[in-house]
């Protein structure tokens, strides 16, 4: 059902929808919002562990399921689903969900003034929003440095924008754990592998951001992953747990393990 949807911010919607089937906040609903979320997350962990062994329509299907996650629409729901992977022992499951406890989420700079984009004065935000919006090339390098989420989201809607774009943006140090969350939350941008492991690598990126992301790395991507110093211990620990699963097993995965 999921792939079917050809549109890869139509397969998030879908699949946000079935997880908000009702106002888990309300304690009328929240009883039958977990049963449903239960065996929701059943479905989920048999499509996760499907997507390790190398079933292609599971590994796209996949790729959906973590937009969802991104989505902060799900948030509460993504919380019983953890909740419903821990308690019945749904590993794959966890594995995508898993939020490392007792983390100090790594911080970008405190503050960020604009950057100056050649009209003599400091622009109002809704200026800077407007300018993300133009077809104007020799304006994106400068509307990616703006410390606001809301022109970076308008400039990742911008037509003129390309993955060389976002994959240096996502890669830019120090990196805003924000702005990045952003990205990982545009379907069309996290659909791109260099994109989505342009995230994981980065230290800034969200732990609960970069950890499902790392699940939708292939071998070569994770490799790269649990070898670098920079990326935090939770999301290299979990790229490695990834990698001894990946189909097919092979020496370098035992080498790594060793």
Known sequence: ???????????????????????????????DTAKGLSRMAAQLDELALAAEQGEEAAKEALVAVVDAMNDPRASEALQLLREDAAGAGLVALDRLLRRPVHVQPRRGPRSQNPPDYGYGRPLTLGERKSLAKRPDRNLLERLLADPHPDVIRSVLRNARLVEDDVVRFVARHPGRPELLTEVARFPKWVHRPRVRL?????????????????????????????????????????????????????????????
């Open 1 to 31: 059902m999921i792939v079917s949807l050809g549109d890869p911010a139509l397969r998030r919607d879908f699949l946000v929808e079935r997880l908000m089937t009702g106002d888990p906040t309300e304690a009328r609903l929240r009883a």
């Open 198 to 258: 342009a995230l994981v690598l980065n230290p800034l990126s969200p732990i609960e951001v970069a950890i499902p992301l790392a699940g939708l790395l292939l071998r070569h991507e994770l490799r790269l992953v649990v070898e670098s110093t920079n990326v935090p211990l939770p999301v290299r620990a979990a790229a490695l747990e990834h990698l001894q699963r990946k189909y097919p097993h092979d020496e370098e995965t035992e080498r790594l393990v060793q």
